[in-house]
Structures are given as structure tokens and as C-alpha cells.
């Protein structure tokens, strides 16, 4: 159920983007345990220069790979988001070749009263979820 938005600049071709979707399903899938088909993403690519992300003064490197990756979930607790992390800079290496120093992850919380999945109903609140 987490919604996640996926910041890249252009330049990736269509299986690469494929792969980074992939991917940062895979290590949300377990390190928050949720379903296989629990899977919200929209992937925006920008022009060079559009995405804009420096280090807070931590030194931290960043390259035209760079990733920002955004979720928008219900409440999960420090040792999934640490897990989540961790694993989707492990697996971003892996599978696709970006450093973790080229990822950056934001988590936004909200509630069941926060969402619709659909036909004007919250799922959530009404038992169906």
C-alpha cells in the first residue's frame, strides 16, 4: 500500500527504469512485508539540472544516477524504515549499479483514514483492508 515516487534524470533507458521499479518494490516487499501485488509507483523523469539533490554537508557524493525515492505509507516502525534503507541500497547496487551514496529515501506517514483505493470507499476504514 505505500505509494512511491521515484525521481531519476533522464538518460536511463526503458529496461533500466524497469529494473529500478523492480527493484525498490522488492526490498518495500520485505521490509514491510507486504503483499507482492501491494505495488503504487510513479517514476518521473527530469532533465538535467531539474533534479537537484546535495548532500546536507555530509560529504555524501552524488552522480547522474542519483535516486529520490519518496513513500507515502501508514505508520511502520524504525526498524522496517532502517531495514528499507539499508536493503534498497543493497539491492539498488545489485541489480542496477547505483552507489548508495546516489540514493536518497524520504518517508511521509499518514493514516487508514488517508486512503482510497478506489470506488469512492476507504478500504481501510471499512474492514475491506
Given at each position: 500500500?505505500?505509494?512511491?515516487?521515484?525521481?531519476?534524470?533522464?538518460?536511463?533507458?526503458?529496461?533500466?527504469?524497469?529494473?529500478?521499479?523492480?527493484?525498490?518494490?522488492?526490498?518495500?516487499?520485505?521490509?514491510?512485508?507486504?503483499?507482492?501485488?501491494?505495488?503504487y509507483?510513479?517514476?518521473?523523469?527530469?532533465?538535467?539540472?531539474?533534479?537537484?539533490?546535495?548532500?546536507?554537508?555530509?560529504?555524501i557524493?552524488?552522480?547522474?544516477?542519483?535516486?529520490?525515492?519518496?513513500?507515502?505509507?501508514?505508520p511502520?516502525?524504525?526498524?522496517?524504515?532502517?531495514k528499507?534503507?539499508?536493503?534498497?541500497?543493497?539491492?539498488?547496487?545489485?541489480?542496477?549499479?547505483?552507489e548508495?551514496?546516489?540514493?536518497?529515501?524520504?518517508?511521509?506517514?499518514?493514516?487508514?483514514?488517508?486512503?482510497?483505493?478506489?470506488?469512492?470507499?476507504?478500504?481501510?476504514?471499512?474492514?475491506?483492508?
Amino acid at each position: 500500500m505505500p505509494l512511491i515516487r521515484i525521481d531519476v534524470v533522464e538518460g536511463r533507458n526503458q529496461q533500466e527504469l524497469n529494473m529500478l521499479k523492480e527493484t525498490i518494490h522488492r526490498a518495500m516487499v520485505i521490509a514491510f512485508e507486504v503483499p507482492e501485488r501491494d505495488r503504487y509507483q510513479i517514476l518521473t523523469q527530469h532533465k538535467p539540472g531539474f533534479l537537484v539533490a546535495e548532500d546536507t554537508g555530509l560529504d555524501i557524493p552524488r552522480t547522474d544516477k542519483f535516486v529520490l525515492i519518496q513513500m507515502i505509507s501508514r505508520p511502520r516502525s524504525a526498524e522496517q524504515k532502517k531495514k528499507f534503507y539499508s536493503l534498497v541500497c543493497q539491492l539498488l547496487k545489485e541489480n542496477c549499479g547505483i552507489e548508495a551514496s546516489d540514493v536518497m529515501t524520504s518517508i511521509v506517514v499518514n493514516s487508514d483514514e488517508d486512503w482510497s483505493f478506489g470506488l469512492g470507499r476507504a478500504q481501510f476504514l471499512e474492514g475491506d483492508l
